[in-house]
């Protein structure tokens, strides 16, 4: 299979994954559930918590401009869309003695929905 062949692969693989899921719906749950903490765009820069762009593939603690717990740190999570749906969901259940204060997020619609968004950031 060729380089082309590939990464049409990749984005059709990519936009199946998130079918269905609202983008812009998706940038009204970060705008009212994550922008008081977590950035995202061309100047994000980390804040109260860590920018999200190119949040996918990273490894959890992974940015050198946020101070994470040690628990984030040590818990080696590479962030995709499972993990990060299930970090959404119970941060605390996933990351025990994570910092980040907040207490999850129980609708799959707006998890997928957010997901989709910080996609379009990487």
């Given at each position: 299979m060729n380089k082309a062949s590939l990464l049409i692969l990749a984005l059709l693989v990519h936009t199946g994954a998130h079918a269905g899921a609202d983008i812009q719906a998706g940038k009204a749950v970060f705008d009212t559930r994550c922008a008081s903490c977590h950035r995202v765009g061309p100047s994000a820069?980390?804040?109260?918590g860590p920018h999200?762009?190119?949040?996918f593939g990273r490894t959890a603690g992974g940015t050198s401009d946020y101070q994470y717990s040690p628990?984030?740190?040590?818990s080696r999570i590479v962030w995709t869309?499972?993990?990060?749906?299930?970090?959404?969901?119970?941060?605390?259940?996933?990351v025990p003695g994570t910092r980040m204060r907040f207490w999850g997020?129980?609708?799959?619609?707006?998890?997928s929905d957010l997901l989709a968004y910080l996609?379009?950031?990487g």
């Open positions: 820069r980390a804040g109260f999200l762009n190119a949040v628990a984030m740190k040590a869309d499972d993990t990060l749906r299930a970090f959404i969901q119970s941060p605390g259940k996933v997020i129980s609708n799959e619609k707006q998890i996609h379009t950031y």
